[in-house]
């Protein structure tokens, strides 16, 4: 089994930054890709950003050029830095890994961006 513990959440005011991070822990052999999703009340989780063991990325198109995905392979943690957040950016962000290939999932943190 893995766990996943996000941690970074919290209220900001738009244009400001907020940088997430989720640790992996428990029987972990080897983690394959990991990312970052978002629920937005009422509607579907959609992905935010992954990122590869060898760190290759992938951005949805609503956050490439504020938002950088990174990870440590040897601390089995990614991270999310987000800049320029703007108010639609508000949601639950969940973190995900591909162990061996199945798929784990943290509990989730908010992130609200208002003034």
């Known amino acids: 089994q893995v766990q996943l513990v996000e941690s970074g959440g919290g209220l900001v005011q738009p244009g400001g930054s907020l940088e997430l991070s989720c640790a992996a822990s428990?029987?972990?052999?080897?983690?394959?890709?990991m990312g970052w999703y978002r629920q937005h009340p009422g509607k579907q989780r959609e992905l935010v950003a992954t990122?590869?063991?060898?760190?290759?990325?992938n951005y949805a198109d609503s956050v490439k050029g504020r938002f950088t995905i990174s990870r440590d392979n040897a601390k089995n943690t990614v991270y999310l830095q987000m800049n320029s957040l703007k108010p639609e950016d508000t949601a639950v962000y969940f973190c995900?890994?591909?162990?061996?290939?199945?798929?784990?999932w943290g509990q989730g943190t908010q992130v609200t961006v208002s003034s």
């Open positions: 995900n890994a591909d162990h061996l290939g199945r798929d784990y």
């Open positions: 428990g029987s972990i052999v080897r983690i394959y890709t």
């Open positions: 990122i590869t063991r060898g760190s290759n990325t």
